[in-house]
């Protein structure tokens, strides 16, 4: 069965200073896929990535990032530079062929002023 | 300006009355979801559809119904049989499930508490 583990629950960080949330992933498919989504104090999940297994290509998009690595199972997040913008909780996500999403429990960021 | 919109925002229940959350999409997606949300954990799939008058039952399902008449819509019932419905809910939409290729997209979700 697929699980996902977001063993970080809450991070706080000055702004500026980088961070790095931890996901760790579990299936026995070969072919899935990892997403990362946040959620600021709205309430609404916002898509920022998909990868697919095949792919560990590590990926950069302005001050956010991610490091797919299979050998350890994890997709990490790392945000540079954080702003006070970045507080939110962000989630984890794996898909396989069972084509359901399955969430880890989240890690609360606090970038503080 | 695509998306999916929820309502109501808020919406408070009475012991033994159903109640249903409103989802609405205009992506053109042929899939949509509902997901529950419980203080600080993840979320958990609720009801599925990936096929107007066609749905299939998530991982809680117990005490929830909905239905898919409509390729916008996918209204969610929290019924009387639903013990604990204080959660926040999240509907969710995505292409058609090819080999697992499509993203789903979230709405703003709608907060359920009972009174």
């Known amino acids: 069965a697929q699980k996902v583990t977001q063993a970080q629950t809450e991070i706080s960080v000055v702004e500026k200073e980088d961070v790095t949330l931890d996901c760790v992933y579990e299936?026995?498919?070969?072919?899935?896929?990892l997403f990362w989504y946040k959620q600021p104090p709205s309430g609404e999940l916002v898509f920022l990535i998909r990868?697919?297994?095949?792919?560990?290509q590590n990926e950069i998009s302005g001050r956010y990032s991610w490091n797919f690595q299979k050998s350890t199972s994890s997709f990490n997040f790392t945000i540079t530079a954080s702003q006070v913008v970045d507080s939110a909780v962000y989630f984890c996500?794996?898909?396989?062929?069972?084509?359901?999403?399955?969430f880890g429990s989240g890690t609360r960021l606090l970038v503080r002023p | 300006d695509g998306g999916i919109t929820q309502s109501p925002k808020y919406l408070f229940r009475k012991e033994g009355q159903n109640v249903t959350l409103s989802c609405e999409q205009n992506l053109n997606h042929d899939a949509m979801y509902w997901y529950r949300q419980d203080p600080g954990q993840g979320l958990r799939l609720i009801y599925y559809s990936q096929i107007v008058n066609d749905f299939q039952k998530g991982d809680i399902a117990e005490g929830y119904s909905v239905s898919r008449e409509k390729k916008e819509s996918f209204p969610l019932t929290v019924t009387s049989a639903q013990k604990n419905p204080t959660a926040f809910y999240l509907c969710a939409s995505s292409g058609v499930l090819l080999q697992g290729l499509e993203t789903q997209y979230f709405g703003p979700g709608t907060r359920l508490l009972v009174l």
């Open positions: 996500a794996s898909m396989d062929s069972s084509y359901k999403l399955i």
């Open positions: 990868r697919n297994s095949f792919d560990e």
């Open positions: 299936t026995r498919d070969t072919t899935y896929y």
